[in-house]
């Protein structure tokens, strides 16, 4: 195989996984338990749903690893054309799982 061709392919690896092991990045607002996340997503006139399911499974996974559930504050999405990169802004509280905390 090539030397330009192993150079590629260790390119794209390296790439991919940078993309895996890096997400939306979560942001505090500045008031209490309350954060920030934008995602954004390509390729297609559904572009905003993928970006907001990011955004969302984030700020649920987010929450979770404090032992706290999310619940969203305000959301917006921006991008309609197939071609454009759609972006959503999701503002969420964690908060405690009200079902299950009278229960302990």
């Not at 192993?6 to 794209?12: D, F, I, Q």
């Amino acid at each position: 195989m090539p030397g330009y061709v192993k150079l590629s392919l260790a390119v794209c690896a390296a790439a991919l996984l940078g993309a895996c092991a890096s997400g939306p990045v979560i942001t505090p607002t500045g008031q209490a338990n309350t954060y920030m996340i934008t995602a954004q997503a390509q390729g297609g006139s559904l572009a905003w749903g993928r970006a907001w399911n990011q955004a969302n499974d984030r700020a649920d996974a987010f929450c979770k690893e404090r032992g706290l559930r999310a619940s969203t504050r305000t959301t917006s999405t921006s991008g309609i054309g197939a071609i454009e990169t759609h972006e959503t802004t999701l503002v969420f509280t964690c908060h405690p799982d009200w079902e299950t905390a009278g229960k302990n």
